[in-house]
C-alpha cells in the first residue's frame, strides 16, 4: 500500500517537473523571438549603441533606396551633436498612416542636421508605434552633404535660408525637391494623416490646395520630373525670398506648374504632359481658414462628409500645434487619428 502511494507520488512529481520543463523551454523561445523581432526592427534604421537604449541613425545616403519610397523631412535643425532624436505625436501619427496604407512603399522619416550623425532613444513613446512597421525607416543626413552640387549649394553657403524666420519651412521647402529629384517617390509633410492607398494616382502628381495655388504637402515624381524639379532648384536660387512663408513651397511650385503647363491662368485642366493635378478635395479637402474645424466636435459630421472620398487630410500645424485635443474628444481629428494610426493613437493617455 505504501510503495502504490510513494509510486502515485512519484508519478504526479514527474509530470510536474515535465510540465515546469515544457513551460520553461516555452518561455525562453517565446522570449528569443520577440527579442530577435525588436533587434530586427531596430537594426533596419539604426547602428546600435549599448548605452541606455539609444542608437545612432543610419545616414539617408549609404541606403538602397527604391523609387516608390514615402519620404517626410524633419528640417528644425536640433543640436542632434548633444540632443536625442524626438518625434511629435501627431508626426508620429502622420507616418503610421502612411505606412499602413502603404505596406508595398518604404517609408523614410529623414531627419536633417549639422552634424555627421545623431542619435535617438528607440524606448521613445512616440517612436515605438512606428518602429512597429516593417516598412518604416527612421535616417538622418547630414545638411551640406544634402545641398551639396545642388543647384542651391550657394544659396545654402550665403546662410539666407537658416537666418530666415522661415528656415524649417524653406529647407523643406528645398530638400523635399532635392529628394525627389535623387530618388523619385512621394514627398509628404508631417502634419497630415493619409486616409487610404496613394497607390492608385500615378507616379507624377500634385493637389490644388485652392484653384490659384498648388499645395506642397504631399508631391510625387518619378524620373520623368527630373528636369522639372531641377528648374525649381534653378529659380529658388535666383528669387529665393527669406521673407515669404509660402514663396518658397507653393507659389515656387504653381509658378514652375504653369510654366511646364504654358499656361498664365489658373489650372483649369486635371493634367498637363506627365503631371497630374489633383482636385482640392483629394489632398486639401478643410482649406487652411477652416483648420479649426477637425479639432472642434461640433463640425465632425461636416469633415467626415468632405473627407469621404479624400486621400489624406492637412491639419496646418502651422496653425494649429498649440491646440490639443482630449483623447476622449469627438472631433474628427481624434476620429481620423483613431482610424489611420490607431498605435501611435494608443499610446497616448489623455492628450494628442
Known amino acids: 500500500m505504501l510503495w502504490l502511494l510513494l509510486n502515485s507520488v512519484h508519478k504526479k512529481m514527474r509530470r510536474g517537473f515535465i510540465v515546469i520543463v515544457s513551460f520553461g523551454i516555452f518561455f525562453f523561445i517565446t522570449y528569443t523571438l520577440l527579442q530577435n523581432r525588436g533587434n530586427h526592427i531596430v537594426s533596419k534604421s539604426f547602428r546600435t549603441t549599448s548605452h541606455n537604449n539609444r542608437s545612432i541613425l543610419k545616414n539617408l545616403f549609404d541606403l538602397n533606396i527604391k523609387n516608390n519610397s514615402i519620404f517626410f523631412l524633419d528640417t528644425s535643425l536640433k543640436d542632434y551633436q548633444n540632443e536625442l532624436v524626438t518625434i511629435h ?22 531627419y536633417v542636421g549639422r552634424y555627421h550623425e545623431a542619435t ?23 545638411i551640406e552633404n544634402l545641398v551639396e552640387n545642388t543647384e542651391i549649394e550657394g544659396l545654402f553657403k550665403k546662410g539666407l535660408i537658416e ?71 534653378e529659380d529658388l536660387n535666383v528669387n529665393y525670398n527669406p521673407k515669404s512663408w509660402g514663396g518658397n513651397g507653393p507659389y515656387l511650385f504653381t509658378r514652375g506648374v ?85 498605435n501611435t493613437f494608443l499610446m497616448q493617455n489623455k492628450s494628442f
Open 258 to 342: 504653369k510654366k511646364l503647363c504654358g499656361t498664365t491662368s489658373n489650372f483649369s485642366g486635371n493634367e498637363c504632359d506627365y503631371l497630374k493635378i489633383f482636385s482640392k478635395n483629394f489632398f486639401f479637402p478643410v482649406y487652411y481658414e477652416d483648420w479649426r474645424h477637425l479639432f472642434d466636435p461640433n463640425y465632425v459630421e461636416e469633415i467626415l462628409k468632405i473627407t469621404k472620398s479624400s486621400y489624406m487630410i492637412h491639419f496646418w500645424n502651422k496653425l494649429s500645434h498649440n491646440w490639443i485635443l482630449d483623447v476622449k474628444s469627438n472631433a474628427s481629428y481624434v476620429i481620423l487619428a483613431k482610424t489611420h494610426c490607431p
Open 120 to 142: 535617438m532613444d528607440i524606448n521613445d513613446i512616440n517612436f515605438e508605434p512606428i518602429l512597429t512597421y516593417e516598412n518604416v525607416q527612421v535616417v538622418y543626413v547630414n
Open 89 to 110: 505625436r501627431r508626426v508620429s501619427c502622420a507616418v503610421e498612416s502612411a505606412a499602413l496604407h502603404h505596406r508595398n512603399r518604404s517609408i523614410y522619416y529623414v
Open 163 to 233: 537666418t530666415s524666420n522661415y528656415y524649417v519651412e524653406h529647407f523643406k521647402d528645398a530638400f523635399c525637391v532635392i529628394l525627389l529629384r535623387n530618388y523619385g517617390g512621394i514627398y509628404l509633410d508631417s502634419d497630415v494623416i493619409i486616409l487610404k492607398s496613394l497607390n492608385e494616382l500615378g507616379e507624377n502628381f500634385v493637389g490644388k490646395e485652392s484653384e490659384q495655388v498648388l499645395g506642397t504637402a504631399i508631391l510625387a515624381f518619378n524620373q520623368s520630373g527630373h528636369h522639372f524639379l531641377t528648374t525649381l532648384l
